[in-house]
């Protein structure tokens, strides 16, 4: 027993380690929520796993949200569409840290009037690193702190850069093209076997004169071996009101005045239901929504995510002993009765074997 707690004890201080070595490696500015913030996936607990996703995500907007819940259309009735390959894995030494990565390839399409150009790129848009630490983890509830930094690969023009340009009054932009990092705490709750409560909040640290935000996650789910329906409604608060950014609003402009992208303080209220259903151990299907509800300064989307997604998993658990397989030359009772086998040649007791094998390892 007292072996066992030196091994949990090192393996807490091990996950501690990692985790500050993350937090100092992932705590670097990368690119602010266009469609939302993002967060850890939660994929806990297990002894051991690894996880990857590909999705396929569609969205669209053609509108801006001026108050809570007014908007304005963008300039000339242009619109936007992103459609984007999300490409996400994740690794979980032990049951207390895990640590993952998104990449996105991004395609962005400015829709203008009738009658009027458009423009397209596409590209590696933004991407994101993660990690998680679970400091206290009971069955049936948890409580954590994570980090997600988002880092652009891409350029973003600017306003002189952008007159130069065969068309200056069109162009699409992958995102923002900045820097930010978010500090968060993670909890988990399950108040029945089949019913999870999960909440998420911290601070989205932006870089280049954006106001910081504070960004938030709260779902229900109902969660079953072969289904995992989950209702989130995530958002952000703007802590401040930012920098001069007349110069990034030319550009904004030239974007149909979407607040996509160069938002200095975009507020934004969302609605994001989501399945996965488990066509085997290893394999699911994944089928997300998205809608903004509200905002202030933030572009007013509807998004879809269609997608498949691998796990493999190892469990330490206890397995029942029923049989021992020996061969059938070898005499191991020594000529005696089975009625005498808790005893042996010397009539001394002998030890019983435990029923169960603590070091079995199952894989998922």
Not at 179 to 199: C, K, M, N, Y
Not at 297 to 318: C, D, I, P, Q, V
Request: glycine fraction near 10%.
């Amino acid at each position: 027993m007292a072996k066992n707690r030196g091994k949990r004890k090192s393996s807490w201080n091990a996950a501690k380690i990692i985790f500050g070595i993350g937090c100092f490696a992932l705590y670097s500015p990368a690119s602010a929520s266009q469609f939302g913030p993002f967060f850890p996936t939660h994929n806990f607990p297990t002894d051991q796993s690894f996880h990857a996703n590909y999705k396929f995500a569609f969205h669209n907007s053609g509108s801006n949200f001026v108050d809570s819940f007014s908007t304005d259309v963008l300039a000339d009735q242009k619109t936007i569409r992103r459609m984007s390959h999300q490409f996400l894995v994740e690794y979980q030494p032990n049951r207390l840290f895990g640590f993952g990565a998104q990449i996105n390839f991004d395609q962005m399409k400015l829709n203008a009037g009738p009658g009027l150009d458009g423009a397209s790129k596409s590209g590696l848009g933004d991407q994101r690193v993660f990690a998680e630490f679970r400091f206290y983890d009971e069955p049936g509830s948890s409580f954590g702190i994570a980090t997600v930094a988002k880092f652009a690969p891409y350029k973003t023009l600017t306003a002189a850069e952008l007159a130069e340009t065969d068309d200056p009054n069109n162009v699409a932009l992958l995102g923002d093209g900045q820097l930010d990092g978010a500090l968060l705490l993670t909890g988990e709750h399950w108040p029945s076997e089949v019913i999870r409560l999960r909440f998420d909040g911290g601070m989205n640290f932006r870089t280049q004169g954006y106001a910081s935000e504070f960004i938030y996650q709260g779902s229900v789910a109902f969660v079953t071996p072969k289904m995992d329906l989950d209702l989130r409604v995530k958002g952000t608060l703007p802590m401040g009101s930012g920098g001069d950014f007349s110069e990034s609003q030319v550009i904004q402009d030239a974007f149909g005045g979407s607040d996509f992208a160069l938002s200095p303080h975009a507020r934004q209220l969302i609605f994001n239901p989501s399945l996965a259903l488990w066509l085997s151990p290893k394999i699911s299907f994944h089928f997300d929504f998205e809608m903004s509800l509200s905002g202030k300064e933030a572009a007013n989307f509807m998004g879809f995510y269609f997608g498949l997604g691998y796990r493999w998993a190892k469990t330490k658990t206890g397995r029942p002993k029923t049989f021992q397989e020996v061969d059938i030359r070898k005499n191991l009772d020594g000529d005696r009765f089975e009625a005498e086998e808790g005893k042996d040649k010397n009539d001394q007791e002998k030890p019983r074997e435990p029923l169960y094998d603590e070091g079995d390892i199952i894989y998922e």
